[in-house]
Each structure stands twice: as C-alpha cells, then as structure tokens.
C-alpha cells in the first residue's frame, strides 16, 4: 500500500535508540538519558492548579477558538513587547498552534505546494527538513556548522550558504526555515545577521520562517534576538514561539505563529478547517503562566546553563572537547577522534551498551549531522556526573 505523504520520510533512526533503551531498562540497567529533548522541570505551579480550577468549569469543555482566546494572544503580544520591545497587534499578527511542529507544517501548507521549493538548514530539528516536504514542495539544504568547528562564525557560514543556494537554485525558493539559537548544533547569531536574514527576504520576495523555540534558553549573558526586532521584519517574516521549553511546558502544546499578518491569516483559514483549538483551561493556565510568572524563564535559564557546565567540565576532564553552547538546551557534541571510524548510530548504540548513556545520533537530524552526537540538558548535575564516570570506562581510547 503507498501512503503518499510518507513515503518519502527517511528511517526515524531515534526509534533505534529508543529500542535499546527500553531493552537496557527492562535488563534493570540505569540508563541515563541526554536523547530525547523533553524537559524534567515542572510547568510553573500557578499554571497547573488555574489550569485545575478551570477544568472545573463546565462552559470551557466546550470547542475553543482555533486562533486562541483574546487574552492568550493578548498575553503573548504583551510578552513581546516586554522582551523584545516588538509592538504585536493580538487581533491580527497572532494564531495559537498546538506546538511549534503543528504551527510549522500546517504552515508549509499554506506557503508551499508542489513545484515550489524552500531553504532548511542541515542538520536540523527533523520537521524543518519533512515540513515542506509535506506540502509538495522541494527542500534545499544549506550546511549549518558546528560552533566550534571552525573559527569562522556559523551564522555567517550559513548565510554564504543560503545566498549561493539561492542564486543556484532552478526555481527560486519561496520560504527559508531557519532557528537560532539551533537545534541541533546550538549555533547562535546576534541581531546583525537577524538584519541581514531579513534584508535579504526582502530583496527576494521570500519568506523566512523563524522557530524561535529557545528563545529564553541563552547562557553567559547572551539574549536570542527576535527576527521581529528588525525593521521591516513583518512584510517577510512570521516567528513560532511556544511555551515548551521557556516555561517547561511540553505536553500543554502551546505556540503561536507571530508577525505578518497577511501569513498568520492565511494559517487561521487553513486552521479554521482543521482544529477548534487547544483545550480551552490549557489556553486559560498559559495566559497566567506568561502573565504571572513572568519569571520562570529566567529560573530555567539559570538551571540549564547549571547543567551545561557540568557535562561539558565532565567531558573536558575525560578528553572529550566540546565547544559550550551559547543558547538551546542541547550539547552537540562531535564524535572523538578516536572513536570516528563509526557512524553516529554505532556510536550513539555503543554508549547505550557500555556506559548506559543514551544520546541522540546525529544523522537523524540530517545531511552533516552524522559526525555528532547530541546530548539534551535533561539530566540534573548529579546524574550528568555519572554519566561523565560511566562514559570514562567506555571510552578508554581518549585516555
């Protein structure tokens, strides 16, 4: 049977992983996870008990509204302006998604379709590569480096790449996907090259579509910058926001889709026609979550930055040298010399094997990825410590 959609996909590699831990836990190993990037820390107290007083209320079982109530676009246009000083018009620069990854690929549908084609950085967050895929359209890839792979800057390196992949390509693409700070290599950029991104959209006719999913998760002063701050951002540019990773809030699956208006209402049509919106007592919680524990973000931050220290001084002490990432929650760490002559899987396989520590395979984020393993900050300091004592026995070749 063909499943048009999907055939196209490549082999979800992460299942792999995923079997072997389950196999080792179920053999009564503690394995000590850093693959999966879904955040341990609880979503903020005040949250979880509006969201228990408003499931109480019989009038919110009721359908919602697939753009989001008021106050919850209003309460997103609010934290907008607070920090990045970005004037958000709730009624019409703003539609609530169910996550980041419905809001991306429900909006591929609307910009994209067959015989069109868009610009992804490689290696990057698995739907960024499938979204447009979905949509019909023809994905480019451009090489997005690891920060510590070189001394040029990667957000300069992948703008070289976006503009030669532009001017090569048979049909001039319509969307460029990007997101800083990035998933999976944890590359940064400052608000020049957000300036020059934008610049660009604008002398191309293109849109950009920024996942600013760690936009609170940046580390030794340095402060993710909005696409939106740029001047003339919103004729080109729509920017995904969610509560995910800045207020621990995974399984709520709140985002938002934000800037221009034109785009945000064609993905309120299309979402009118396929959704009646997030369960309304989550809409009601995140509201108090972004307006009364304002915050939280920031007690995240402190405690991710605490983690990445303690992995990255552990790998360091073992002989493993990994650059410390600006901004995400995700170490992208590459392969030690010694062991290169397998692939990310074997490797990602043999750590689960012989230290009980479980990472992500790089290739699974694509073309440049296989070179790495990525490590999420979802381990507390004393289980990363472990997990750095575990990996110094299995990796007796660094020394």
Not at 294 to 321: K, N, T
Request: glycine residues 8%.
């Amino acid at each position: 049977m063909e499943f048009r959609r999907i055939n196209g996909l490549p082999p979800y590699v992460f299942t792999q992983i995923n079997g072997l831990k389950a196999e080792a836990r179920a053999a009564g190993r503690d394995v000590i996870d850093f693959g999966f990037g879904n955040p341990d820390l609880p979503s903020p107290q005040i949250a979880v008990a509006k969201l228990a007083e408003a499931v109480q209320n019989p009038k919110n079982h009721r359908y919602s509204a697939s753009r989001g109530i008021p106050n919850l676009r209003l309460a997103i246009a609010t934290r907008y302006k607070k920090l990045f000083d970005v004037d958000i018009d709730p009624d019409t620069e703003v539609v609530t998604t169910i996550g980041a990854k419905e809001g991306l690929t429900h909006l591929m549908w609307v910009l994209l379709g067959p015989g069109d084609s868009a610009i992804v950085p490689s290696p990057s967050y698995p739907i960024h590569l499938a979204g447009p895929g979905f949509a019909g359209a023809t994905v480019i890839t451009v090489p997005m480096h690891d920060p510590g792979a070189s001394t040029n800057d990667p957000g300069d390196d992948f703008f070289e790449g976006l503009v030669h992949a532009f001017q090569s390509a048979s049909v001039k693409p319509r969307v460029i996907i990007c997101s800083f700070p990035h998933n999976p290599t944890s590359a940064c950029v400052d608000l020049a090259f957000m300036e020059r991104l934008v610049n660009f959209a604008l002398e191309h006719n293109v849109v950009i579509c920024h996942d600013f999913a760690y936009a609170d998760l940046g580390f030794d002063g340095y402060r993710p910058p909005s696409i939106l701050q740029v001047p003339r951002a919103k004729e080109c540019c729509v920017e995904l926001y969610t509560l995910t990773k800045s207020f621990s809030m995974a399984g709520w699956r709140v985002g938002f889709l934000v800037g221009n208006a034109e785009i945000v209402a064609a993905l309120t049509k299309l979402k009118s026609y396929l959704d009646y919106g997030t369960f309304q007592p989550v809409q009601i919680a995140a509201i108090v979550a972004m307006n009364e524990a304002v915050d939280y973000p920031d007690q995240l931050q402190r405690i991710y930055q605490s983690r990445r220290d303690a992995l990255i001084e552990g790998l360091d002490r073992i002989g493993w040298h990994v650059t410390p990432p600006r901004g995400s929650m995700f170490i992208w760490a590459p392969i030690p010399e010694a062991y290169s002559e397998m692939s990310s899987l074997e490797f990602s396989k043999y750590l689960i094997e012989e230290a009980d520590v479980a990472t992500s395979p790089g290739v699974g984020f694509g073309e440049g990825g296989d070179a790495h393993v990525r490590f999420a900050l979802i381990e507390n300091e004393m289980r990363t410590n472990q997990a750095v004592r575990n990996l110094k026995k299995a990796l007796a070749k660094l020394g």
